[in-house]
């Protein structure tokens, strides 16, 4: 599927949705993504700024697409876990950005190539529209070559 299809279909999956989450950018390769959330009735606490509930959320599941989609079929990759660390409110519209580079996947790839298991873990900062950061979330991917694919 393309990506521009794809980022317009995430945008109609109901946890994105209903949250006010958007997918604003998805390169063609899978390499970058954009997400944007606006603070809205749906998605604000009880003091009025950002639910930490969305702020993950909206990082969720970036790196386990692009990765897979970087791999290819012969591998398998499922978000494994995450945590966050929330630093100030935040207000407004507020951006996670994800990247990901030829020698982080080649780095992953040589990592299981032999059938194990790699366990990378990507940071995706959340900003506010001033580019201070509202959050800081960490994500471990499993990714493990198919047994199919590392007997061939």
């Known amino acids: 599927m393309r990506a521009a299809l794809f980022r317009r279909l995430m945008n109609l999956w109901p946890p994105f949705l209903f949250t006010g989450i ?5 390169a063609e390769d899978w390499r ?3 997400v944007e959330l606006r603070l809205g009735i749906l998605n604000r606490n009880y003091v009025g700024v950002h639910f930490g ?3 993950f959320a909206m990082t ?5 697409l692009m ?3 970087a791999l290819g079929r012969d591998h398998v990759v499922w978000d494994k876990a995450a945590s966050i660390d929330f630093v100030a409110p935040g207000r407004g519209v507020v951006t996670a ?14 990592a299981c190539a032999d059938g194990s298991k790699a366990l990378p873990t990507f940071r995706v900062e959340v900003t506010d529209a001033s580019g201070a950061l509202v959050a800081a979330v960490e ?6 070559r198919k047994r199919d694919a590392a007997a061939a």
């Open 60 to 64: 969720d599941p970036f790196y386990m």
């Open 97 to 110: 950005r994800f990247r990901l580079d030829e020698a982080r996947i080649e780095e992953i790839r040589r």
């Open 22 to 26: 958007r997918c604003t950018k998805l």
């Open 139 to 144: 994500r471990t991917v499993y990714v493990r």
């Open 32 to 34: 970058s993504a954009e």
């Open 53 to 55: 509930g969305s702020l």
């Open 67 to 69: 990765l897979g989609k």
